[in-house]
């Protein structure tokens, strides 16, 4: 991997971020708007966002990035641009590592913009510092771009993109701790929940809504990074050249 290389690829995935303004709305408008939504839902009923808020800002920036970072690197591989850098001397993993980097910085701004949002427009009521709670965003979003360079490496259209998300992203939104406590649940699930990185990422999330520090807070930060870096290096390991 090298690092010039990389941050060429990254410079390239953002000029081409840059004239695609639906993309760059749906990274940086969508989450605040679906925050939104579930404010207005529950404004009649007091405490209830407070309570919901924060893992929902665990949720929406990993979904979005997922969706956007799969289906973006999909068509740089369907459209042989992938196969002809190949060419170059750049690498799987300069590839990949730019894509990561560029989507990282779309990540920390979305993450900026949606707790604003959520803080200042929407009320959300949070006892620990306001960047504790931007960091958690950023990694959920960087674990969202990570899965999905991991799921783009796997599939051969958009759709079939799009189709891992019952695989990949279903699961962890059910077994994450949003609807019901982990501990709670019954003893299988709670043992599949503990292998899902966003259960770790909710974790967090109501540490910081919850004024909780240290290890409480700090530990699944640890572990949802942890699964980001092992994604991104088990997707440089098996992206393929192009799609047959």
């Known amino acids: 991997m090298n690092a010039g290389r990389t ?12 004239h695609d303004p639906r993309s760059i709305a749906l990274m940086l408008v969508a989450p605040s708007l679906l925050v939104g939504l579930f404010a207005w839902l529950f404004s009649e009923q007091a405490g209830v966002f407070d309570r919901v808020g924060g893992p ?8 979005v990035m997922f969706l956007v970072t799969s289906i973006t690197t999909l068509r740089e591989r369907r459209s042989g641009t992938l196969e002809r850098l190949m060419t170059t001397p750049l690498g799987k993993g300069d590839f990949i590592g730019g894509y990561a980097l560029a989507f990282g910085l779309m990540a920390v701004l979305q993450a900026v913009i949606t707790v604003a949002f959520a803080v200042l427009v929407c009320g959300l009521d949070v006892a620990g510092p306001v960047w504790q709670l931007g960091l958690v965003a950023v990694l959920d979003a960087l674990l969202g771009t990570a ?6 490496a796997f599939a051969r259209t958009e759709f079939q993109a799009v189709q891992f998300m019952p695989l990949l992203v279903f699961p962890q939104i059910i077994l994450g701790g949003l609807f019901m406590p982990r ?11 503990d292998w899902l990185p966003l259960s770790y990422a909710i974790d967090a999330v109501t540490a910081v ?3 909780d520090d240290g290890w ?3 530990g699944p930060l640890l572990i949802v990074a942890a699964f980001a870096v092992g994604a991104l290096v088990l997707a440089s390991l ?7």
């Open 209 to 211: 809504t919850a004024g």
């Open 238 to 244: 098996t992206l393929h050249r192009r799609t047959p």
């Open 216 to 218: 409480t807070l700090w």
């Open 183 to 193: 501990d709670q649940m019954p003893g299988a699930l709670q043992a599949v929940s």
């Open 147 to 152: 899965l999905g360079l991991l799921a783009s």
């Open 7 to 18: 941050l060429a690829t990254a410079g390239r995935v953002l000029r081409q971020l840059g």
């Open 56 to 63: 929902i800002l665990a949720l929406f920036p990993f979904v």
